[in-house]
């Protein structure tokens, strides 16, 4: 079997790995997966996106060991499969890799759904809300549109566009209303990417979930990818959407994990009597990412013209009945609000 093993060593970790350095790996290694060995390469797990966000909807601490959130019982590749019988298997158990072991489960490379394929373009729609004003980022923002603001040395904007073209997508909409000739001029009908790009514009904000009345809802086919123009991130939008696709939902929301500490000793109590005493606990909570998958009808079910947040839209979906699901994010994730965000982003564009 011809040998397609881009990386693979750089995602092995031990079993006492804590799963936060696991899950460090898994992002850095680019390859959705950490393969978890012994001190001889032997195969014990393997860790992937699914595995740490169900981790995450545990609310488990991300220092447990690896090996307790890993899937213990892996689908594997041997040396002698051809690469038809690799597609085959990843086709009949939905697999996007398979480490490839030999004859004493020797971990010895890995093979994965993207090089077998050789990244296959995605026709779904991206549509990019770069409307906002920036306020917070006054006075950057007075004569620039915030989704222009330089990271590094590329637009925030830019970044964004870049990220869903290398993960295959090529169809993007781009909402404006700030300073709208500025952001056209920069990236015009998107041909200098080798995409299309196609601009609505809010004369007036009409919220993140009004702008989709703006689309031309005959062009929206296939499920929707929203962002915010502001973020920063490095989730997987292929793995967003196969999550999507699997849920078959009228909607999808990325979240992220947020931990909020109480600082002082909490007391439960029955009416005068004290129950129980919890020193600093901490509340965790998961919060909108800004990030969402919409199917074509919900899209076509906001009128031109309509005024509407995302959170409501789909809070209106779910009280009639359509299924509304989450994604939870473990990737790099920054909402550049404020300044200090802003500076924030230019000492961590490496990882992007």
Partial sequence: MPQRMKKWETVLVGPSTPLEEAVRVLDKGGLRIAIVVDENRRLLGTLTDGDVRRALLRHLPMDIQVSIVM??????????????????????????QLPVVDENNVVVGLETLHDLLQHRPLDNPVFLMAGGFGTRLYPLT??????????????????????????????FYVSTHYLPEMIQKHFGDGRRWGVSIQYVHES??????????????????????MMNGDLLTRVNYRGLLEFHKEHKSAATM???????????GVITSDGHRVTGMVEKPVQRFFINAGIYIVSPELVRSVAPGTRIDMPTLLEKAMAEGQEVTMFPMHEYWLDIGRMEDFHRAQAEVDKL
Wanted: glycine share 6%; with cysteine.
């Fill in 71 to 96: 899937c213990q019982e892996p689908q594997v590749a041997h040396l002698d499969w051809t690469r038809e019988h690799v597609l085959a298997i990843m086709e009949t158990t939905q697999l996007l």
């Fill in 142 to 171: 007075q004569d620039c549109p915030k989704p222009l603001l330089k990271v590094g040395d590329k637009a925030i904007l830019e970044l964004i566009l870049e990220s869903f073209i290398e993960a295959g997508f090529h169809r």
């Fill in 204 to 225: 007036e904000p009409l919220g993140t979930g009004g702008a989709l009345g703006l689309l031309p809802h005959d062009e929206i086919d296939l499920p929707l990818l």
């Fill in 254 to 264: 990325c979240v992220r994990e947020y931990e909020q500490k109480v600082p002082y």
